[in-house]
C-alpha cells in the first residue's frame, strides 16, 4: 500500500475541477493515513513518514484556503501542522 499514496495525493494535486476535488482528496487523505498505520513506528520508513504527514498536511490546507472548508465543519479531523507544507497554485491567486 505504500506505493498507492504517491498516485492519489497526485490525483488529488493535479484535479481542476473543484467538484471532484473534494472526493480526491478525501479518498487520498484515508490512503494517506493508511499508510502511516501501515508504516507504524518503523525507524527504517521513518522518512516515508514524514513525506506522507507533508502531503497530509498539504491537503488540509487546500482543504482550508482553496476550498474553504474550516477543520469544524469535518467531524473527526485531526489538528495539523503545517510546517513543511508544500505549496500549491490556487485558483484566483498568483505566485510570482
Known amino acids: 500500500m505504500l506505493q498507492d499514496w504517491q498516485g492519489a495525493y497526485r490525483a488529488a494535486m493535479l484535479e481542476t475541477d473543484e467538484r471532484e476535488l473534494v472526493g480526491k482528496i478525501e479518498s487520498a487523505t484515508a490512503v494517506l493515513r493508511?499508510?502511516?498505520?501501515?508504516?507504524g513506528s518503523s525507524m527504517d520508513e521513518e522518512g516515508e513518514a514524514e513525506r506522507i504527514a507533508d502531503a497530509l498536511r498539504t491537503l488540509e490546507l487546500i482543504r482550508q484556503v482553496e476550498l474553504e472548508i474550516p477543520k469544524k465543519a469535518?467531524?473527526?479531523?485531526?489538528e495539523t501542522s503545517l510546517s513543511g507544507f508544500?505549496?500549491?497554485?490556487?485558483?484566483?491567486?498568483?505566485?510570482?
Do not use: D, K
Open 34 to 39: 493508511a499508510c502511516l498505520l501501515e508504516l
Open 86 to 96: 508544500h505549496p500549491r497554485v490556487f485558483r484566483g491567486h498568483h505566485t510570482h
Open 74 to 78: 469535518r467531524p473527526g479531523a485531526e
